[in-house]
Nanobody
Framework: QVQLVESGGGLVQAGGSLRLSCAAS????????MGWYRQAPGKQRELVAA???????NYADSVKGRFTISRDNVKNTVYLQMNSLKSEDTAVYYC????????????????WGQGTQVTVSS
């Protein structure tokens, strides 16, 4: 199994910055991609940013130019640098892993972090 531990959330003023971290650990799975989702009250969980093992990035239109996803392969940690934060960014942010079970080669096995709250005050 893969365990994901998130950190870095908190309260920040509009225009400020935060960096979220998600550390992956475990065995039996090969990580293909990592990403960040968020869910605001009353809204559906949405993709914020994703990073594949090949280096391809994908961002929600609402965060393009403000957020940056990156990965430290040595630490097996994915980051989300969030700049110019807006009140609309307030949500619980979830780390996500898309992996392959190396024992069965079952693909697209998903794991989720526990979520970290980001609150942007205006």
């Amino acid at each position: 199994q893969v365990q994901l531990v998130e950190s870095g959330g908190g309260l920040v003023q509009a225009g400020g910055s935060l960096r979220l971290s998600c550390a992956a650990s475990g065995s039996g799975f090969s990580i293909n991609a990592m990403g960040w989702y968020r869910q605001a009250p009353g809204k559906q969980r949405e993709l914020v940013a994703a990073l594949t093992s090949g280096g391809t990035t994908n961002y929600a239109d609402s965060v393009k130019g403000r957020f940056t996803i990156s990965r430290d392969n040595v630490k097996n940690t994915v980051y989300l640098q969030m700049n110019s934060l807006k009140s609309e960014d307030t949500a619980v942010y979830y780390c996500n892993v898309d992996s392959t079970d190396v024992r069965t080669w079952r693909a697209h096995v998903l794991f989720w972090g526990q979520g970290t709250q980001v609150t942007v005050s205006s």
